[in-house]
């Protein structure tokens, strides 16, 4: 099980919102394919999936908030 | 002179659907380690939503767009609702941020930066506004700023307001603000050469991205 974390994105950025996400739950996706994309002032970023596997749970869904290091959603085996 | 690790491509007036295919080329091109680069166009009139753009920022009625030929793109920058148009300096940015502070908040005031230079060499005082992105003439917006980062490489950029038609604008509620536009053309009571001022943004862009010490 790997989780995907809300990354640090510069100095006194907090959070971001998340925009969308690029696969469904249940899917598989593949090591680095973009896997969701969160906006913060003025910046759209995509985070990628950090290993291969199938998305299992999406935690922070499009349209709400998270804190960096916050886990947005978890990819399972 | 511009710095060999920087590539320039100014694409001239392109269509907005064009030079996105472009960007996502370069993009995958800088990923891989290719050179960073510095995208410089116009577009024909159109109106582009950033990812939680709404659509009540758009103020025309559809018809009001088709008999203006403006155009609606939604794409994947953070912003609101953005106008492009003739006249417009569109820049776009192609490179690993990593190597430039991996920080979105920083990129972005170094864009910023960038173009308050370029103002400046045309005896425009410009900066920023308070809570704000992009730059201003006092209350007057004159760049708007939007960007997208993918594997920390930058695409998308900033819209600089050279000669563009600001009546343009009243289609939007530009970035969802009640706010006046200008442009450089406005500012100076007169046409300014679109060249001089990529001249003077290729400067200031490698002043503040790549300085070498042989520069300046």
């Known amino acids: 099980m790997n989780e995907v974390f809300l990354p640090e994105l510069g100095e006194g950025i907090k959070k971001a919102t998340v925009a969308c996400w690029h696969v469904k739950p249940g899917e598989m996706v593949t090591l680095d394919e973009d896997l969701v994309e969160v906006v913060t002032d003025k910046a759209s970023f995509c985070i990628p999936a950090p290993k291969t596997g199938r998305l299992q749970n999406i935690l922070i869904a499009a349209g709400e908030e998270a804190t960096i290091g916050e886990v947005l959603g978890i990819i399972g085996s | ?216």
């Not at chain 2, 492009?84 to 490179?95: F, N, R």
């Not at chain 2, 201003?136 to 950029?157: D, L, N, P, T, Y």
């Not at chain 2, 943004?201 to 002043?207: A, G, I, M, P, S």
């Open chain 2, 1 to 216: 002179m511009i710095d060999s690790k920087l590539r320039i491509e100014d694409l001239g007036f392109v269509e907005y659907s064009s030079a996105w295919e472009f960007q996502k080329k370069i993009v995958q091109a800088v990923a891989a380690g290719g050179p960073a680069t510095l995208i410089l166009c116009e577009h024909p009139a159109v109106l582009t939503l950033g990812r939680l753009a709404k659509p009540e920022y758009i103020l025309a009625s559809e018809n009001e767009l088709k008999e203006k030929g403006i155009r609606i793109i939604r794409i994947d920058r953070g912003g609101e609702v953005t106008l492009h148009a003739p006249g417009q300096l569109v820049v776009y940015p192609i490179l690993r941020l990593a190597g430039h502070g991996q920080d979105l908040r920083i990129y972005l005031e170094r864009l910023e930066q960038v173009a308050i230079d370029l103002l400046n060499d045309f005896g425009i005082v410009a900066g920023g506004f308070p809570g704000q992105r992009g730059v201003w003439v006092g209350s007057r917006k004159i760049v708007s700023i939007g960007i997208g980062v993918k594997k920390w490489v930058s695409f998308h950029g900033l819209a600089i307001n050279v000669n563009t038609d600001l009546a343009l604008f009243q289609v939007i509620r530009p970035c969802g603000l009640l706010v006046e536009m200008t442009s450089m053309a406005q500012e100076k009571c007169g046409a300014i050469d679109m060249d001089e001022v990529k001249t003077s943004f290729l400067h200031k862009f490698q002043k503040h991205f790549f300085p070498s010490p042989i520069h300046e």
